[in-house]
């Protein structure tokens, strides 16, 4: 099954606080942001992690696609984020689709730096493993 | 946050169908493989996709851990099966746990060819992407 996992890591995100520690702000902007882009939501489930001595605890969304999945986790006593947006092309190339949904979250935590990675998955990936 | 993000895509499984569509067979091995990792389960999502005129519907699960997610996606009408295993090491190295976890779940498919990825995230990519 041939697919795009787009992820992207930020670093100094500059955005409020509660985008970093409310669980089901940030779910459902995910949530949001794959419905805009013209993805299929099937499932969420939302996390929040307890306050530690370093600070308030941090969130993971996970967003299940009929075309795969989305996923959040924030580091709010390190001003950092991690983004993972992966679509199988099953019916159609959602390659467009994921860079949108990637684009808008990266937008909302206000990153100072961004380190970004694309990896095809799938049948692509296994052609070139046999050459 | 550095971590390490693995993946495997399998090819040619040829492990009984239940595992490519019962959510809840698949799931619970997710959550049993990251336990006896020594990860932490902090939530669980299951989901199944209705059959088509192609053949049964595929399943995806993901778990949240406290050291980030694990998730599968299935495809039984092509006999492939994503795998997604990410681990910050807030706290510790945890690399060798998902490596085990991959290895646990990759044998699960008996899959005919594996195509696999390692991306380093989080603050070693920044390092490297700053020289």
Redesign the interface.
């Known amino acids: 099954?041939h697919?795009l996992?787009l992820?992207a890591?930020l670093?100094d995100c500059r955005c409020a606080t509660a985008w970093l520690t409310d669980a089901e702000q940030v779910g459902s902007a995910c949530v949001e942001a794959a419905r805009t882009a013209g993805l299929h939501v099937?499932?969420?489930?939302f996390?929040e992690?307890p306050a530690t001595p370093e600070g308030p605890g941090g969130v993971?969304a996970?967003v299940?696609l009929?075309e795969?999945?989305l996923?959040v986790?924030t580091?709010p006593e390190?001003c950092?984020v991690?983004l993972?947006v992966?679509v199988?092309n099953?019916g159609g190339d959602h390659s467009a689709k994921a860079a949108a949904v990637l684009e808008t979250l990266e937008a909302l935590f206000m990153p100072g730096?961004v380190?970004r990675?694309a990896?095809e998955?799938?049948e692509v990936?296994?052609a070139a493993?046999s050459r």
């Open positions: 099954m697919g996992h992820t890591d670093r099937v499932g969420q489930l996390h992690f993971t996970a299940l009929a795969s999945h996923c986790h580091w390190r950092c991690t993972d992966y199988c099953f730096a380190h990675n990896l998955r799938g990936a296994a493993e």
